[in-house]
């Protein structure tokens, strides 16, 4: 991903800028320079057979590719003693294609109102003794784009397959093969989501700019609102699957993703990304995309959410005010030691991911650290050259 932002340098900023703007090139500049010598870096030296090695800092964007391996770790490790010992259900709330330019336009607005309107969802019709009478608890993550780049913003929950009964004195399981009703859920969520919309509009809190221009008019909104309720929203859901060491798997792939990984492309040549994607309209079958280097950043930074968004939110017993007080309790209903739950905020934060010894298997420690300055005055020999 650096060599093509590399490749389009200030050119494509000069081209794009009709619409580009400080956070996109802000983006743009960090993955260029991440993992070079321009941010620094530090000598490693293995605690096992003393090698050493000069790895150079990452950017630690969370729009950057090659930073997000080590976040994921880190979260994982920290979810993992709140994961229930029971089975979970992966669920997708989708908006619909006509959404995608408004969302655009009011990306905080829009992002933020369908992690609400999908939370709300979950949680009342789980509620309701028709279908699991139970409160459940849940994490969901915002991805804003499909297999080609495209912009599609959807919600990933992830939810343990059963809640506490109402009075919180037992928990209650859902069927092995079935866990909630998707049109019963699309149908609550589409109105939930509408709603929301409409008392946007009324305190005028939505832009419309472009092509969106007159739907600032109310009649002209309201029947384009309309045009959304005659359709059936989707929302997807998967049989439950098995227990926390099946969940973790689900949270490695979908926590931190960003638009599209490193591994997935294929060559850069003659200003053209090459790059794979699973099409899911003909059985996933994998297919190759190739674009202009131009039209690939461009719908790369479609993605970039807006500044100190929150992309991944915990719902019903696992939001941040319940946590530490029901899910002790879940653990304890469901049969198991409570201590093995949440972590408490006395207990120390999980160490971070230190580097391995590519000859020797053991720990990497740092023992010097450099400036880019210093690096850029007298660079490491090439051969010692690590990513950090």
């Known amino acids: 991903m650096a060599d093509i932002v590399r490749y389009a340098g200030q050119g494509f900023v000069e081209r794009s800028r009709r619409w580009i703007n400080g956070q996109h ?19 490693d030296q293995c605690s096992g057979c003393g090698h050493t090695a000069i790895s150079y800092n990452s950017c630690r964007n969370r729009h950057c590719p090659k930073c997000q391996g080590n976040a994921r770790v ?32 009011n990306r905080r607005l829009i992002y933020g109102l369908l992690f609400r309107a999908s939370a709300a969802t979950l949680l009342e019709v789980a509620r309701d003794p028709r279908h699991l009478g139970a409160e459940i608890g849940f994490f ?27 009075g919180h004195a037992s928990w209650i399981s859902s069927r092995r093969t079935f866990f909630l009703p998707v049109k ?7 109105g939930k989501f509408l ?30 609102l309309r045009v959304l309720f005659r359709h059936d929203w989707v929302v997807y859901s998967k ?29 850069f040549a003659e200003g053209q990304v090459s790059f794979r994607w699973r099409d899911s309209a003909h059985n996933n ?9 131009d039209e690939f950043l461009r719908r790369f930074l479609l993605h970039l959410l807006p500044p100190g968004f ?3 939110r915990n719902f019903g017993f696992l939001a941040n005010r319940q946590r530490a007080k029901l899910l002790p309790l879940c653990f304890n209903l469901l049969g198991s030691p409570p201590a093995l739950s949440a972590q408490t905020p006395q207990q120390p934060a999980p160490s971070p991911v230190l580097p391995k010894c590519p000859h020797c298997g053991a720990t990497m420690h740092v023992i010097e650290r450099f400036t880019a300055a210093q690096l850029l005055v007298r660079p490491p020999p090439l051969a010692d050259r690590h990513a950090a």
């Open 285 to 293: 079958r994998k297919r190759v995309m190739s674009l202009p280097a």
């Open 195 to 224: 709603a929301g919309l409409k008392a946007a509009f009324r305190e005028g809190k939505l832009e419309f700019h472009g092509d969106l221009v007159s739907l600032a008019e109310p009649r002209r909104f309201a029947l384009w």
């Open 140 to 166: 969901s993550v915002l991805h804003t784009w499909n297999q080609r780049l495209q912009h599609h913003p959807h919600v990933h929950c992830v939810i343990a397959a059963g809640g506490l009964a109402p």
């Open 74 to 105: 880190r979260w994982l490790e920290q979810r993992e003693r709140e994961l229930l010992p029971t089975r979970y259900v992966h669920a997708v709330f989708t908006l619909p294609r006509e959404l995608a330019p408004l969302a655009l336009q």
């Open 25 to 43: 090139e802000k983006v743009l500049a960090a993955i260029a320079r991440c993992r070079t010598a321009a941010l620094g870096g530090h000598r």
């Open 184 to 190: 019963v859920l699309g149908r609550v969520f589409r």
């Open 310 to 312: 929150v992309r991944i």
């Open 239 to 267: 049989r439950p699957f098995g227990g926390p060491e099946h969940a973790l798997r689900y949270l490695g792939a979908y926590t931190h993703r960003v638009a599209i990984s490193n591994s997935r492309l294929i060559s």
